[in-house]
């Protein structure tokens, strides 16, 4: 009786998309405005280059502690 529920469920929502809300580059009648998709471009990007930056900073101190530390 469980599967044949989470089958409906499955069923359910495979055919019926509209519930599913989109983000809001699809939600726009008339189309993805150019400064939306940069907007949205430009803070992926920043989201993915913080962690590297981060790390990089990171490993770079700690280089510099341990080259202090030998001299």
Same mark, same amino acid.
């Given at each position: 009786?469980?599967?044949i529920f989470i089958f409906a469920i @499955? @069923?359910?929502l495979v055919f @019926?998309?509209?519930i599913a809300i989109p983000c809001p580059l699809c939600?726009?009648?008339q189309g &993805?405005?150019?400064e939306t &998709?940069?907007?949205y471009k430009s803070t992926t990007l920043l989201l993915a280059l913080l962690p590297i930056t981060v &790390?990089?900073?990171l490993a770079y101190w700690i280089y510099n502690k341990y080259k202090?530390?030998?001299q």
């Open positions: 009786m469980k599967m @499955i @069923i359910f @019926i998309p509209d939600q726009s009648a &993805v405005a150019p &998709v940069t907007a &790390v990089s900073g202090r530390y030998e």
